[in-house]
């Protein structure tokens, strides 16, 4: 059996959804919500024949993937995340780059030598790399207004990724991965009445109009936090809030916290978009904390680490 392991944003959906419009496989889907990227230990050695995995760090999947290359089941892992030590073996195909400006889905559309560009020019606006799918979309010409289109497509997708857990989003991962396998063109999905893109875009602003009510927990030269409500609408919309704010102050951090249930918090970093390197490493230094170099996370923050993390990001931020 097959499996494909891939996270449950725009980035990971559109990778796959890529290598699978390119070569279609039966296989078994393992995902889910954005932040949950523990994935490959739900891969059994014993019953798969290969894996694809894309958009989950490495260094979080280390020891699942040592095991299936101790088993000698081929493996394909592209990432974007901090990955830490990458086995060497006959069985791993791996393409990491953990540059920025890039994501795992320009990474594929690499790989694919642009088979699907404009589904991987829609990951690179969803994981907010305005730039870099700028130029992409420069290569094939594309007008401000199809730029738009896939900006709104890319933000939505990756909009419906966050939540606590699968219940808080709109399409389950895999649902919405098998409805896009539909739309080799993503124009097309744009344009068809009543479509994902649709109902997509109507949570999306609606819930965007909620969050601008957000508490201000502390707004500093470098660093802007702000707190939503522990809601679903919340969940869903805490990291491309994030992302809004980043691009409204470029050269502040950001952070959108939202309650968890035992009084710690669930946070959504971004570094500065004018200095995009830190936030995993940030993020990576408290419990259950961890990302890439321009967005990151932490599953569950302490109540009572909540200062010591503002100070940490204003002192990495320091101009």
């Known amino acids: 059996m097959h499996f494909d392991v891939f996270n449950g944003d725009a980035d990971g959906i559109i990778a796959l959804l890529q290598l699978r419009l390119n070569t279609p496989k039966k296989s078994q889907l393992i995902t889910g919500v954005k932040r949950d990227i523990s994935l490959l230990k739900q891969v059994s050695a014993k019953e798969a024949t290969s894996v694809t995995v ?18 000698k089941v081929p493996v394909f892992y592209v990432d974007h995340h901090r990955s ?11 393409i990491i780059n953990t540059d920025p400006n890039t994501c ?4 594929v559309n690499e790989y694919l030598e642009g088979q699907y560009a404009y ?5 690179a606006y969803g994981d907010n790399m305005i730039v870099s799918a700028q130029s992409l979309a420069e290569k094939y010409d594309l007008s401000e207004e199809k730029q738009a289109l896939l900006c709104e497509l890319g933000t939505y997708i990756n ?49 965007m109009n909620n969050a601008q009510e957000a508490d201000v927990l502390t707004d500093q030269a470098n660093v802007k936090a702000v707190l939503l409500a522990d809601e ?5 919309i805490s990291g491309v809030f994030g992302n809004a704010l980043a691009n409204e102050s470029p050269e502040k951090a950001h952070a959108v916290l939202t309650q ?42 302490p109540e ?9 990001v204003a002192k990495y931020y320091q101009q």
Request: some cysteine; overall charge negative.
């Open 260 to 301: 968890n249930i035992d009084s710690s918090y669930t946070v959504s970093l971004r570094a500065p978009l004018n200095n995009k390197h830190g936030a995993g490493d940030v993020c990576a230094q408290f419990p259950t904390g961890g990302g890439r170099a321009a967005a990151a996370g932490i599953n569950a923050l």
């Open 159 to 207: 909009y419906n990724g966050y939540g606590r857990d699968i219940d808080d989003l709109y399409y389950a991962p895999a649902d919405l991965f098998n409805l896009l396998l539909n739309y080799p063109d993503p124009f097309s999905l744009i344009a068809e009445q009543g479509s994902a893109f649709a109902q997509l875009k109507e949570r999306y602003h609606s819930d």
């Open 104 to 107: 795992t889905s320009l990474l």
């Open 232 to 236: 679903p609408w919340a969940r869903r």
């Open 119 to 123: 589904w991987a020019i829609a990951a």
């Open 84 to 94: 830490g030590h990458i086995p060497t073996s006959e069985h791993l195909k791996s």
């Open 54 to 71: 894309l958009d989950i760090s490495l260094e979080k999947n280390h020891q699942p993937l040592e095991d299936l290359l101790q088993a």
């Open 304 to 312: 009572q680490m909540l200062g010591q993390f503002f100070d940490t």
